[in-house]
């Protein structure tokens, strides 16, 4: 419905738009913007009056009131519970009413804030008053305040202006949708301007107003559009009516024609919304961060680029509304199942093949607006004027300290290492006896002398 997604897609800090990207963009979404303005004026259901309540048949009234006392005395599947009513006409009064009991029947404890169904003929009569749900006002309250604190400690300001957007979201649905359906306009036309609308409110107050914020709405606008237009043609094709359980009691009760295939497609639209604005920004943000981080690439290397970074995101969206409706119609599917008919005739009943309609129809939406909003984006991103990142300054060095210049104290000269050991040291006996190293050279640059032969010892008597 609204910007419902987990993710924080940040769509700011970026650089100026230049004169032609901004040229780009009014070409492409005003048109966009003041059709889905003209829509809106043509299908709002100025100077009609709703008849509600009694002026249309209903003359039950909600009724508060407290369970003060519960008896099992009044039947084998049937329990008297007693309550005592908060406001209407019969205020503080106590009245005890029969429930049914058994399974699948509401179990009521003392204390239990109820609501009842008054049909408005005699209010101290038991009989004028049904047990019909419980009050859970407080409870959801409570809720909504988690949530709000949740948003806003993790957004901040972003996260307060996601409040505000999913708020007006709101506001769009009750003042424009359901008045606009409720007055006999085309359920499928209502809900395309009402998206449109919700686009441009949620994503510009969520993002800001910027290029790529821009470029989202494009892509969120075309893939809706081919939503209705898919959903228009297969719903036809495929014999759907609309009408289930809910459907038939509201028909019943306005008592007018409404164009039910149209119902079901609007809550088609309706519901891939959200998930539409998560794909759309993320794949905005991935082609501008791809052109900042190198402003050389093309128009066709953006797209590839970013169409590969889509792929990835593509599996997972798809698997969450596939799982969204699967879940809605779960109590159907199981009922259906102990019904003995086989998968083929169970898949193709009619609450059933609505609820495969809006899934795949959905599903091929956003797995359009991957290259949809890629191409988009590489569209304008490639004309963008990215601004070089400037190089810090430098910090200037430091000015030299005048160093004080000491003078060196000098320092006693070392003292000769004492010698030790053999001075001849490496002489060989066998060359002769030792000389010094003069008279050593000189004697090898003269001839050499033989040396005399040794002396033979003698082992016997001279």
């Not at 419902?4 to 979404?29: C, F, I, N, Q, Y």
């Not at 409040?163 to 409720?182: C, D, Q, R």
């Not at 989202?216 to 009408?243: C, E, N, P, R």
């Not at 007018?256 to 943000?285: C, N, P």
Request: one cysteine or more; hydrophobic letters at 45%; charged letters at 15%.
């Amino acid at each position: 419905m609204g910007h419902g997604h987990g993710h924080s897609h940040a769509l700011k800090d970026e650089e100026p738009a230049s004169e032609r990207v901004r040229t780009l963009l009014m070409w492409l979404l005003v048109p966009l913007a003041l059709a889905t303005l003209v829509g809106a004026a043509l299908l709002y259901p100025f100077g009609h009056e709703q008849k509600t309540g009694a002026a249309i048949g209903l003359h039950q009234k909600p009724v508060a009131a407290v369970v003060t006392g519960v008896a099992e005395n009044c039947g084998e599947k049937c329990i008297a519970v007693t309550v005592r009513m908060t406001d209407g006409d019969a205020n503080g009064q106590s009245i005890t009413i029969p429930s049914p009991h058994g399974p699948g029947a509401p179990h009521f404890q003392l204390g239990d804030e109820v609501v009842l169904s008054y049909s408005g003929s005699q209010p101290q009569a038991p009989e004028s008053y049904q047990i019909v749900d419980f009050q859970r006002g407080w409870s959801l309250v409570i809720l909504a305040v988690l949530f709000a604190a949740a948003v806003l400690l993790l957004g901040r300001w972003q996260g307060f202006a996601a409040l505000g957007a999913l708020l007006l979201s709101f506001v769009v649905l009750v003042l424009f949708v359901m008045p606009s359906i409720l007055a006999g306009k085309s359920p499928l036309l209502v809900a395309v301007v009402g998206a449109g609308l919700i686009m441009f409110v949620v994503l510009y107050l969520t993002h800001g107003i910027s290029a790529r914020t821009s470029t989202a709405v494009l892509g969120t606008l075309v893939s809706l559009s081919l939503i209705g237009v898919l959903g228009a043609l297969f719903s036809a094709l495929a014999s759907l009516t609309g009408l289930d359980e809910d459907t038939i009691n509201l028909v019943t009760v306005l008592g007018t024609d409404i164009d039910t295939r149209g119902l079901l497609l609007a809550g088609t639209l309706i519901g891939a919304l959200g998930v539409l604005d998560d794909v759309t920004v993320t794949q905005t943000s991935a082609v501008w961060e791809l052109r900042r981080a190198n402003d050389k690439l093309t128009w066709r290397e953006l797209f590839a680029a970013g169409s590969r970074i889509g792929r990835d995101h593509m599996s997972s969206v798809v698997n969450t509304l596939v799982m969204a409706y699967a879940g809605a119609a779960l109590p159907l599917l199981l009922a259906i199942s102990l019904a003995g008919r086989s998968m083929g005739e169970i898949l193709t009943a009619q609450q059933i093949a609505q609820e495969i309609v809006r899934t795949l129809v959905g599903s091929i939406g956003l797995v359009a607006a991957i290259p949809v909003t890629t191409a988009l984006a590489a569209l304008v991103a490639v004309r963008q004027e990215v601004t070089p990142t400037a190089a810090p300054e430098p910090e200037p060095e430091p000015e030299p300290k005048t160093k004080t210049v000491k003078r060196a104290k000098p320092q006693p000269k070392p003292r000769p290492a004492r010698i030790e050991g053999d001075l001849f040291t490496g002489y060989d006996p066998d060359k002769g006896p030792w000389e010094r190293p003069s008279e050593r050279a000189a004697r090898r640059a003269a001839p050499a002398r033989q040396a005399p032969p040794a002396r033979r010892r003698s082992s016997g008597s001279p």
